[in-house]
């Protein structure tokens, strides 16, 4: 008989210092209820965060959580993924901290499949340095913090990750947990790398994509408010790679890139492109180091009980002797 984790395995009672109203609020609690309902045991969890609003996350986890460098997590998360594969990995950032500095790595994680969960907190500012316009942000938008309007194009973060080979694509929205919920746990029974980048109101400093902008309050139909945000499967549109031939990949990664240039009036969230069929990099690792999967860095022994090291470097440094 197994026992279900409750979603209080997962609180912490440290006291959160986000601002009210916060969309990081709606984002961790869709994190907690998601490891909840896949009854992953604390201990088999590692949540690792950059620098910004976001990199508190890990605070309020109760489970492994390491607050990192600015632009510099998804390293880090990879590191330990890698080292301990058995570990359930998600790291968190906000847009800046991941789409600024962090771009970089942001691309070259796409190419290697590694199987963890990147859920990327996007409000179009530098939240925590007192709301600067980050790369989410479109040109010629002038939130409350700037003084004239935005210079930069906007980031596609959807299109920047299918491109640079996320083999899991998604949007979500802050305010809407239970879906958000669903996505990320989509996203952690993914084999491979999966990204999500969620939509949320930055209540202090973002003064345009509020609350009440993406539920449509200030466009009435029929006396309603029309809500900006839609659900891609309630249209028929499956982002899902079937067969895995090159034809197909190709159609649906030009398909998911398509709709995400979709925003403004209608903003579309859900899953934009999965495929199955790439091999994680744990699987091509394998493939060169047999003992791999059972015999992983975080499971060898490298220092006796004192702390002295029981590795020997004589056989390569013999490989140089002339």
């Known amino acids: 008989m197994t026992t279900r984790l409750s979603i209080v395995s997962y609180r912490t009672p440290v006291h959160n210092d986000w601002c009210p109203g916060c969309g990081d609020f709606g984002i961790l609690s869709a994190i907690q209820m998601a490891l909840a309902d896949l009854q992953i045991p604390p201990h088999k969890v590692a949540v690792f965060s950059g620098i910004g609003c976001s ?123 239970r879906y958000l919920k669903e996505l990320i746990k989509k996203g952690i029974q993914h084999e491979g790398s999966a990204f999500i980048d969620v939509l949320q109101p930055c209540p202090t ?38 067969s895995g031939e090159p034809e197909e990949v190709n159609a649906k990664k030009l398909q998911a890139i398509a709709k995400s240039f979709e925003w403004g009036d209608r903003i579309p969230v859900g899953v934009f492109y999965q495929n199955r069929f790439v091999p994680s990099y744990e699987e091509r690792i394998s493939a060169n180091i047999k003992d791999y999967r059972t015999n992983y860095p975080s499971k060898q022994t490298i220092s006796t009980s004192d702390g002295r090291t029981i590795v020997s470097l004589d056989d390569i440094f013999k490989e140089f002797l002339v």
């Open 205 to 242: 400093y973002n003064d345009i994509m509020t609350k009440e902008w993406y539920g449509g309050e200030d466009r009435i139909v029929d006396g309603k408010p029309f809500p900006r945000i839609y659900k891609l499967e309630d249209t028929g549109y499956d982002g899902e790679v079937k």
């Open 55 to 177: 990199g508190k996350t890990p605070h309020y986890i109760n489970a492994y959580g390491i607050h990192t460098l600015h632009g510099r997590v998804l390293p880090f998360a990879l590191g330990a993924k890698l080292a301990n594969p058995s570990l359930t990995v998600l790291a968190v950032g906000g847009d800046g901290d991941g789409l600024g500095i962090g771009a970089g790595h942001f691309v070259n994680t796409g190419r290697r499949n590694v199987d963890f969960t990147y859920v990327l907190f996007d409000n179009g500012v530098y939240g925590l340095t007192k709301g600067q316009a980050s790369p989410t942000l479109p040109r010629g938008m002038k939130t409350k913090s700037l003084p004239k309007p935005n210079v930069n194009d906007a980031v596609n973060p959807i299109a920047l990750a299918v491109v640079s080979g996320y083999t899991f694509v998604a949007r979500g929205y802050a305010y809407d947990t």
